[in-house]
């Protein structure tokens, strides 16, 4: 599993979900290509049943209302640079 993507604090936080039980509550997190183009990311969120995504328009990113065990997949996914949680960042 490919934690390094995720950002230490979410990466705490989804830690403190899972052993709480409650890793089927969404957090909203910006999620970075590792290339040019977030299609990739976007076809893998469809496919994963994500909703509520948005794609950034100053930055090329895409923010979106995931699970916990959606942050771990989403980090194993080679198209995927870095997530990280959209809690202070907020930009949406």
């Known amino acids: 599993m490919s934690t390094d993507k995720i950002e230490a604090r ?9 052993r709480s039980g409650a890793s089927t509550l969404t957090l909203s997190v910006i999620v970075e290509p590792a290339g ?11 496919d994963m049943g994500v909703a ?19 942050i771990r997949t989403l980090a194993d996914d080679p198209a995927v640079k870095r997530i990280v949680w959209n809690a202070t960042e907020r930009v949406i």
């Open 10 to 18: 979410l990466r705490r936080e989804i830690e403190e979900l899972e």
């Open 36 to 46: 040019t183009s977030t299609e990739p990311i976007r076809q893998r969120m469809t």
């Open 52 to 70: 509520a995504m948005d794609q950034l328009v100053l930055a090329t990113a895409i923010v979106a209302d995931v699970t916990a065990p959606q």
